[in-house]
Each structure stands twice: as C-alpha cells, then as structure tokens.
C-alpha cells in the first residue's frame, strides 16, 4: 500500500520566516494530494491540492510542489503568521479498490510561529 | 466547499456500552464516507471505507464486528463502536467525498473517552 513520509515532525519559525514541510510517497498510481490544516481538537482543514498533471500552485502565502519523478511533494508558507501554528498533513490520494481515491495521510508537523 | 457534519462532537461512556457517531454530508451527496482514528499527537489513521448501499471495507487490523459501519443514504453514515473498553478511547474523525471534486471534507470529529 501506499507510505507517506513527513518532515519535520515539528517546526519552529520566527515570526515573518518562511516555513517549508516536505513529503515523500511510494504509490506511483497517486495522483492527487492535498494538504490539510488541523488546529488542536479540531477537524483538518483542506489548505491547498495539487493534482498530478501540476508541477506547483500557489494561493496567496501558501504555494505547494509536486516532483512526480521522485516521489515528492512540498508545502511553502511565507510571511508567516501566528494564526499559522497548527499541525499541517499531507496527503497522497490513489485510486481504490473500490473506484474511489483512496488517501493516505502523513504523520504531520506541528508548526509553531513565534512572535 | 461543503459541510460535514458529525455528531457527537464528545461521548463520554462506561465500558461495555455501545455508542454510534453519526456522520451527514449536508449540501451534497457522498457515496463513499470515510472513517478515520486519530490518537494524541498523531495522524489520521483510516479504519474503513463507508460506500452507500454495500458493505464498508475495513483496513487491516480493524475488527468489523467491533466498529459496525453503516451508509444506508447518500447523506448519513453511522459508526458504532460495540462493547466499548478503554483502549477505544480516541479521536474519531469521518469525511465525505466529493466526488465531482474528489475531495474529501472533514467532520468535526468525536471525542470518546471510555471508562
């Protein structure tokens, strides 16, 4: 089945800095992969996606990368912002089984932003 | 986007009863609903695939008769954990696929906590 790797697990940013999370996955069949925002108790927040057949997008400060070749997926914040500190997932979606995307889920990265 | 809605947000039970978290796609109809476990500081884990009118598909290692599925309309699917015991106590998060977007959107997720 497919594996999605996360880095860092934690991360710390002044206030302002950019902050960069890097995913790798294995199933060559993904082809869509969204990132999601969850801040504590709460439920994930879809953030940005990038399909298979983009090489990046871009919304406001939040742009993600995606190297099909190897494998590999990122999420750029710049600017940031206190408001930004949370726990941030990636995502590799397949096709299923069953005709429906199947996601598979990093292990997160806790963002904090430090005023 | 759309609205997921998932009730009960906290359940608080003895151990051995039954409780069933219900999860409702509100604006638009999902045929595939997913169920997903998430311990303290960790990520989503996927416990089983909810399509409407057939039986779910549990991942491996999750007993079906322990977490009872049921996606009985294109709006509610229903999870029932039986006999519940301590070690059941965790976050538990459903999501709706869009399937014109094929994306998945969150519920608020439940809090049990089992004594």
């Known amino acids: 089945g497919e594996n999605v790797e996360q880095h860092p697990s934690t991360l710390s940013v002044q206030e302002g800095d950019s902050a960069v999370i890097k995913c790798t996955y294995s199933?060559?069949?993904?082809?869509?992969f969204p990132w999601y925002k969850q801040e504590l108790g709460k439920r994930p927040q879809l953030i940005i996606d990038?399909?298979?057949?983009?090489g990046e997008k871009k919304d406001q400060r939040i742009a993600v990368t995606l190297n099909k070749t190897a494998k590999h997926f990122s999420l750029h914040i710049t600017e940031t912002q206190p408001e930004d500190s949370a726990v941030y997932f990636c995502?590799?979606?397949?096709?299923?089984?069953?005709?429906?995307?199947?996601?598979?889920f990093g292990t997160g990265t806790k963002l904090q932003v430090i005023p | 986007g759309a609205v997921v809605s998932q009730h009960p947000s906290r359940v608080i039970c003895k151990s051995g009863t039954s409780v069933k978290i219900e999860c409702r796609s509100l604006?638009?109809?999902?045929?595939?609903m997913f169920w997903y476990r998430q311990f303290p500081k960790q990520s989503l884990m996927l416990m089983a695939t909810?399509?409407?009118?057939?039986?779910?598909?549990?991942e491996q290692g999750v007993e079906k008769d322990k977490f009872l599925i049921n996606h009985a309309s294109l709006t509610l699917s229903t999870l029932t954990v039986t006999s519940a015991h301590p070690e059941d106590s965790s976050f538990y998060i459903c999501?709706?696929?869009?399937?014109?977007?094929?994306?998945?959107?969150f519920g608020a997720g439940t809090r049990l906590s089992v004594l």
């Open positions: 999501s709706a696929l869009k399937l014109a977007k094929n994306i998945q959107y």
């Open positions: 199933d060559s069949a993904s082809n869509y």
């Open positions: 990038i399909r298979s057949n983009v």
């Open positions: 995502a590799a979606s397949a096709p299923g089984a069953g005709g429906y995307q199947k996601v598979t």
């Open positions: 604006d638009f109809q999902a045929t595939t």
């Open positions: 909810s399509n409407e009118g057939s039986k779910a598909t549990y």
